[in-house]
């Protein structure tokens, strides 16, 4: 069975750019997480989608954002991007909510300049 | 609430020899545990789980731990370190309340070290 997968593995863009990020879960798996991880404030919970909805969410501005779709793949945006938005972006599936385990995507670095 | 406390930044073993990754939990409901490892660059990939089937739990590559809940502690051990090893561990905690949806609360991490 095939992993998660994220896309695109590297990005480079300028403040005040948005960006959008795609994660596609493990067949199967109907919740994807987000988290986001940098060296100053480690991996820190962003938000977590389950049947299309969100259940749960992260100490973030309203600038970051996701969604999920019908298949269960979810994407995240980040809009008026800020240096401090450096980091890796890594995306979680699971078969359930509540306490299942997570499989983690390879993440995807975004480079903010 | 949760959160996790892993004691040790760095550990620093040589080859061969045992490897103990210290972590000490708090959560408001019986909470599953997780080791995950992350290489250079790479995600995160899951080493055990604790669910409150058994206090022991053997992971892959050779590492377990032992929860322990009158210490709130879930340490890792191996009992010979190999190169590979080499790595970022992270103690995780997520609440098992379907109402609390999928939530994993990260220690601050521990990069280990091998020696030859």
């Known amino acids: ?113 | 609430a949760q959160s996790v406390t892993q004691l040790d930044s760095h550990v620093s073993v040589s080859e061969g020899t045992p490897v103990l990754l210290r972590c000490n939990y708090s959560s408001s409901y019986s909470p599953s545990l997780f080791w995950y490892v992350q290489h250079p660059n790479k995600g995160l990939q899951l080493l055990l789980k604790y669910t409150s089937a058994a206090t022991l739990v053997k992971g892959i590559n050779g590492f377990e731990a032992e929860f322990k809940k009158s210490e709130t502690s879930f340490h890792l051990t191996k009992p010979s370190a190999h190169m590979s090893d080499a790595a970022e561990y992270f103690c995780v905690v997520s609440e098992v309340v379907k109402a609390a949806g999928n939530k994993l609360t990260f220690g601050g991490g521990t990069r280990v070290l091998v020696k030859p």
């Open chain 1, 1 to 113: 069975k095939a992993g998660v997968t994220q896309t695109p593995r590297y990005l480079i863009k300028t403040r005040g750019q948005q960006v959008t990020l795609s994660c596609s879960p493990i067949s199967g798996h109907r919740s994807v997480s987000w988290y986001q991880q940098t060296p100053g404030q480690g991996l820190q919970f962003l938000f977590e989608y389950f049947s299309e909805t969100q259940r749960n969410k992260g100490n973030f501005p309203g600038r970051f954002s996701g969604r999920q779709f019908s298949n269960s793949r979810s994407e995240m945006n980040v809009s008026t991007l800020e240096l401090g938005d450096s980091a890796l972006y890594l995306c979680a599936s699971s078969l359930a909510t509540g306490g299942d385990t997570q499989y983690f995507g390879p993440g995807t670095r975004l480079t903010v300049l």
